[in-house]
């Protein structure tokens, strides 16, 4: 019984299980505190690169913690380590974070994405596989994306238009094995068929629908749809003052989103060609590359990293990934 607790209590809080600690920095012996998570969901879905969604959480924002005095960045096992003299004083001269940190921040004053990026410049610091980094950027790309993606609270016909595509399903109704991201992108599918057919004209729907359209696209990392739909919002800006700041925190986001996705990409190029990754994860890391060069509108370079992963593979759950995903990348 006593293991069904943590899942109990995620149901029923919709939340994560988390504390706040005690943390001293490996480099600089600051202390400051950071948020531990015991405990999350995959509810909120699973992207094709493998970004995971939590549901009305997104714990992906506290999974890495920054010392706000010297930016050393890492996991909690490497704020438990011990670092040799030389790294401190090259990690104290090299670490340059993306954004001013300033030396009594908080942990959820400091973006998600500039966490990352730290980690990525620690793990070159230390000289550590070049995946380490990409791996880095590739969270740092998730946290733009989730962020990007901004809920209208409180907004009573968002609810209502969300309820016509049964978005507001909760875990249990909507069943908790199932891949939330794959039905929410059947639904903005199902609702761009509606306003391809003039079905939402009308204020307020007319700014709501395509916002909906917008989001659904850019919380689940489709972005070159959901850059059709930030044209549309352009021609709306004044409408509605909620929804031009939601668009305009999207837009932002975009290019650092993409900026993080090229630094991926050609941290996991350089250790597949280099052949320093494991060869038992080299086909997933041909799918990974091909993922990327898709969502980075670069088609010719997705097949060619698809094929590449279906040479390789024995996985027939990975096949049918990347055989669904080089269909996509085959469209016009």
Not at 57 to 68: A, F, K, Q, R
Request: charged fraction near 30%.
């Amino acid at each position: 019984m006593s293991a069904l607790v943590p899942l109990i209590a995620l149901l029923l809080a919709t939340s994560d299980i988390q504390k706040q600690v005690k943390v001293t920095c490996p480099v600089d012996g600051a202390k400051f505190e950071a948020t531990e998570i015991n405990g999350t969901n995959h509810w909120g879905g699973r992207d094709t690169d493998g970004c995971v969604h939590a549901f009305n959480t997104t714990p992906l924002e506290s999974w890495v913690w920054v010392c706000p005095v010297c930016k050393f960045a890492g996991r909690k096992k490497d704020f438990e380590g011990t670092i040799p003299d030389a790294e401190k004083k090259a990690l104290l001269d090299g670490l340059k974070p993306l954004v001013e940190i300033k030396k009594d921040a908080k942990q959820n004053q400091i973006p998600g994405y500039v966490k990352y990026d730290l980690v990525a410049q620690v793990a070159g610091i230390r000289k550590a596989p070049v995946e380490e980094a990409g791996r880095a950027w590739l969270s740092a790309s998730w946290s733009c994306r989730q962020q990007a993606a901004v809920y209208l609270a409180d907004f009573d016909e968002w609810e209502a238009l969300r309820d016509r595509y049964n978005l507001n399903q909760k875990p249990i109704a909507f069943g908790l094995t199932k891949n939330r991201t794959d039905f929410e992108l059947d639904a903005v599918r199902k609702l761009e068929k509606d306003l391809d057919g003039k079905l939402y004209e009308k204020a307020p729907n007319r700014i709501l629908a395509r916002y909906l359209a917008e989001y659904l696209w850019r919380k689940h990392g489709e972005n070159a749809a959901a850059e059709r739909w930030l044209g549309e919002l352009g021609k709306l800006k004044g409408e509605n003052s909620i929804v031009d700041d939601a668009v305009a925190k999207s837009t932002s986001l975009l290019a650092l989103e993409r900026d993080f996705q090229k630094k991926a990409l050609e941290a996991y190029r350089s250790a597949y060609e280099g052949g320093t990754i494991d060869r038992k994860v080299a086909p997933e890391v041909a799918y990974l590359l091909g993922e990327l060069s898709r969502r980075l509108g670069e088609p010719k370079s997705a097949l060619a990293w698809y094929q590449k992963c279906l040479d390789g593979t024995d996985s027939d759950a990975l096949k049918k990934l990347a055989a669904a995903q080089r269909a996509l990348a085959e469209k016009p």
